[in-house]
C-alpha cells in the first residue's frame, strides 16, 4: 500500500505536495537531471521579470550555519525568452509550472500577469513580493500591506480567472497575518510562506561583507522554524486559504511538519543546492511518513497540529 | 555526457605535500569524465550544517573498482577539513562529472598547460588526453612555496618540458608562471595554452596569449560555487558571446573551461554597464515594456532582491 499524494492546486490536480521552491530550480532544466519534474508537484520557477537581468556581481551566496545566504539579484532571461525556451521545455518534459513574477511597480507585476495568461500551461502565478517597490525608495511590497494588496489586486485583475495566484510574503514584518489578510482580501488565490530574511555575513579573511551585495536572504534549514510559525499564523487566521510552506525542508518529516502546520503544498529550496535530487527523496520520504503515522491522503494531513490534542488522539485511534 | 549523483566509497587519503588527495569509487562517473570537468561533493554528513557542495577538479580517473576518481584539495575550511579527516570505505554523496571539459586539437599541435597551486592538478589527464591525439605537452607550473606545487614529477616524467616556479623560490625559479611565459611559449613554438590557477593568473595569461594569437583555454576556479548544478547562480561571471554579446555566464555549467579571450578578466566581479540586463541595459529598443523598465534603473541593484 501508498499513501496518496495528490493534492489539488485550484483547477489542477499535482501528483504530489512536493514542489521545487522559486530561485532555487531555475526553470527545471538543471534539476531534471536529477529528478524527474514530471513526478513532482510543479516547479516553482525563478522570479521572472519583463526584461531580461544580469543580476548582482558575484561573490552572491556565502554559506552559513544550516544556511544559505544569497543576493543574485533576478538574473533570468526575462518573460520573452522564458515563454520562448524554458515554458515550452518543462511542459514538454510533462512538468506543472507555477511561475513567479517580480516587478518593481505594480504595473510590472500587472503586465507579467497579462503576459503569463496569454500563453498555455501555466499552472498558477506566485508573485514575489520581496522585490523593492520603486514608488516608495525600495521599500520591498511584502512589508507593507497595503502595497501587497495592490499588487495582489492588479495580478488577480489582470491574469486569466482560472490561474490561481498566490503572494509570496516576507517573515520580516511584525505581523504576517495583516499582510496574508491585505493580500488575500485583494484577491489572492493562496500564499507562500516564507521568502528568504534579509541577513549578513562578514569574510574572515579580508574582513570584508562576504557578499558583493552586503545584504542577501538567509535561506536553508536555519529559518525552518520561523517558516512554520509563519504557516501556523496564517493558517490560524485563514483556514480556507491554501499555503505552500517554504523555508528549508530538507527531509519527509520537514515537508510534513509544515503540512500539519497548515500549509497545503511544500516548496523545497536551499536544500537542492545541497541535494539536487531532494524532492524525490524528500516526496518518498513523506510518503513514508504517512504510512507510519497511518495517513491514508496527504490531503488528511493538512492543519492536522491545529486540531485539539483530544481529537487528533481520537482521529488517529479510530482510522 | 550528463551528471550523476552517486553515493561513492572512499578507497585512499593521501597527503600529498600541502594537499590532500582523495580516491573515491564512482564508476558512474569515471567513464563519464573527460579532462577539465570537476565533481561537486557534499560534506560534512547527512545532517550537516554545511549546505554548499564543495567543488573538485577531477585529477585523474582509473579503471581500477569499476572506476575511480581522484581529486586535490588544500585543507584550509572547515568543509575541506572534514573530508580530509574521511577515512577509506567512508561513503560520499558526490554528482559529476559536471562542467564544459577542456576542448583538445583535433590535428596535433604543441601545448603548453599552466597551472597555478591546486589549479595544476587536472592537467595530468588533460596531458594524457593530448598524448593520444599525438599532442606534445609542455608543463609550466607554479605556486606560492615547494610544498603547494602540485604533480611536480609527474609533469617532468610525462612532460616534454616542465618549468616550475614558486613564489618564495622553494623549488625552481622565484617568481610566478607569468614571468617565464613568454620565453616557454616562443621556446616551446606553443600553438595552445591550457590555463588553471587563480584569476589573477588567468587573466594574465589570457593577456599574453592574446599579444602572441595563441588561443587559451582557462579553466576557472573562483567565483567559488555554492551547488556546481548551475541551479543557484553563484559563481557567474561575464563573458562575451560567439554573437559579441556580454552575458553573466555560470562557471559550473557554461565553464569551468572558458575560452580565455571571451572572459572579461578585468570585470569579473562586477556586472559590466554592457551585459545582457545589466542595469540601464535596453532591449531592442522596441517594445514599450523595455523602455519603460530601460527608463527606471532598478534602484536596488546593491541590495538584496531575491
Known amino acids: 500500500m501508498s499513501a496518496d499524494l495528490r493534492t489539488r492546486l485550484g483547477q489542477l490536480e499535482l501528483p504530489s505536495p512536493i514542489l521545487a521552491a522559486s530561485g532555487c530550480a531555475g526553470a527545471g532544466r538543471e534539476l531534471a537531471q536529477f529528478t524527474d519534474v514530471a513526478r513532482i508537484g510543479a516547479v516553482i520557477t525563478k522570479s521572472l521579470t519583463l526584461e531580461p537581468r544580469a543580476g548582482n556581481p558575484a561573490p552572491r551566496l556565502a554559506e552559513t550555519p544550516s544556511g544559505i545566504l544569497s543576493s543574485p539579484g533576478l538574473q533570468g532571461p526575462g518573460i520573452d525568452g522564458f515563454l520562448q525556451r524554458d515554458l515550452p521545455w518543462l511542459l514538454s518534459r510533462g512538468a506543472r509550472a507555477v511561475v513567479s513574477i517580480a516587478g518593481h511597480t505594480v504595473r510590472e507585476y500587472a503586465e507579467l500577469a497579462v503576459r503569463l495568461s496569454d500563453s498555455a500551461g501555466v499552472s498558477a502565478i506566485e508573485v514575489n513580493l520581496g522585490c523593492p517597490d520603486a514608488a516608495s525608495a525600495g521599500r520591498p511590497f511584502a512589508l507593507d500591506p497595503a502595497a501587497a494588496g495592490q499588487v495582489m489586486t492588479q495580478v488577480r485583475g489582470s491574469a486569466r480567472y482560472d490561474i490561481p495566484v498566490f503572494a509570496k510574503l516576507s517573515p520580516e514584518v511584525t505581523d504576517i497575518v495583516s499582510v496574508a489578510r491585505a493580500c488575500v482580501s485583494s484577491g489572492a488565490d493562496g500564499l507562500s510562506l516564507i521568502n528568504t530574511v534579509p541577513g549578513m555575513s562578514i569574510d574572515p579573511v579580508s574582513l570584508r561583507p562576504a557578499l558583493a551585495g552586503i545584504f542577501g536572504g538567509l535561506s536553508g534549514p536555519a529559518i525552518r522554524p520561523l517558516a512554520v510559525r509563519c504557516v501556523w499564523q496564517v493558517r490560524e487566521a485563514f483556514p480556507d486559504v491554501p499555503i505552500i510552506g517554504v523555508g528549508g525542508v530538507r527531509t519527509g518529516r520537514d515537508a510534513m511538519e509544515f503540512l500539519v502546520a497548515g500549509a497545503a503544498m511544500v516548496a523545497v529550496g536551499t536544500v537542492l543546492f545541497h541535494d539536487p535530487s531532494a524532492c524525490s527523496r524528500i516526496q518518498r520520504e513523506l510518503e513514508e511518513e504517512l504510512m507510519a503515522h497511518g495517513v491514508d491522503r496527504v490531503t488528511d494531513l493538512v492543519g492536522r497540529a491545529h486540531e485539539s490534542a483530544g481529537f487528533a488522539v481520537d482521529r488517529l485511534s479510530w482510522s | ?306
Do not use: N
Open chain 2, 1 to 306: 555526457m550528463a551528471p550523476v549523483q552517486v553515493r561513492g566509497t572512499v578507497l585512499t587519503v593521501r597527503r600529498v605535500d600541502a594537499y590532500v588527495a582523495m580516491t573515491v569509487v564512482a564508476p558512474a562517473i569515471a567513464t563519464k569524465f573527460r579532462p577539465g570537468q570537476f565533481v561537486a561533493v557534499a560534506v560534512g554528513g547527512p545532517s550537516t550544517g554545511m549546505l554548499a557542495r564543495r567543488t573538485f577538479s577531477v585529477h585523474d580517473v582509473r579503471p581500477d573498482h569499476g572506476g575511480t576518481v581522484e581529486f586535490v584539495f588544500l585543507p584550509r575550511e572547515p568543509g575541506a577539513e572534514w573530508l580530509a579527516d574521511c577515512r577509506s570505505r567512508d561513503v560520499l554523496d558526490i554528482v559529476g562529472p559536471l562542467g564544459r571539459p577542456f576542448p583538445v586539437p583535433r590535428d596535433p599541435a604543441s601545448c603548453l598547460l599552466v597551472g597555478v597551486g591546486p589549479g595544476t592538478a587536472p592537467l595530468f589527464a588533460l596531458a594524457a588526453k593530448l598524448a593520444e591525439r599525438g599532442c606534445q605537452a609542455d608543463f609550466l607550473l607554479g605556486a606560492e612555496s615547494a610544498d603547494r606545487v602540485f604533480g611536480a614529477l609527474t609533469a617532468k616524467r610525462t612532460g616534454r618540458v616542465a618549468m616550475i616556479t614558486t613564489s618564495d623560490g622553494s623549488l625552481g625559479s622565484r617568481g610566478s608562471v607569468i614571468d617565464l611565459l613568454p620565453t616557454v611559449v616562443q621556446q616551446a613554438r606553443t600553438d595552445v595554452i591550457y590555463a588553471s590557477g587563480p584569476l589573477g593568473i588567468l587573466r594574465a595569461v589570457s593577456g599574453l596569449a592574446g599579444r602572441y594569437a595563441i588561443p587559451v583555454q582557462a579553466l576557472v576556479s573562483e567565483p567559488a560555487m555554492t551547488c556546481g548544478t548551475g541551479l543557484c547562480m553563484g559563481c557567474v561571471l561575464p563573458a562575451v558571446g560567439t554573437d559579441g554579446i556580454t552575458r553573466m555566464v555560470r562557471a559550473c555549467v557554461d565553464g569551468p573551461v572558458f575560452r580565455g579571450d571571451l572572459v572579461r578578466w578585468d570585470d569579473v566581479g562586477t556586472i559590466p554597464f554592457d551585459a545582457l540586463g545589466a542595469p540601464g541595459w535596453k532591449s531592442r529598443g522596441g517594445a514599450g515594456a523595455g523602455a519603460a523598465t530601460g527608463a527606471t534603473p532598478a534602484p536596488e541593484e546593491r541590495k538584496h532582491v531575491g
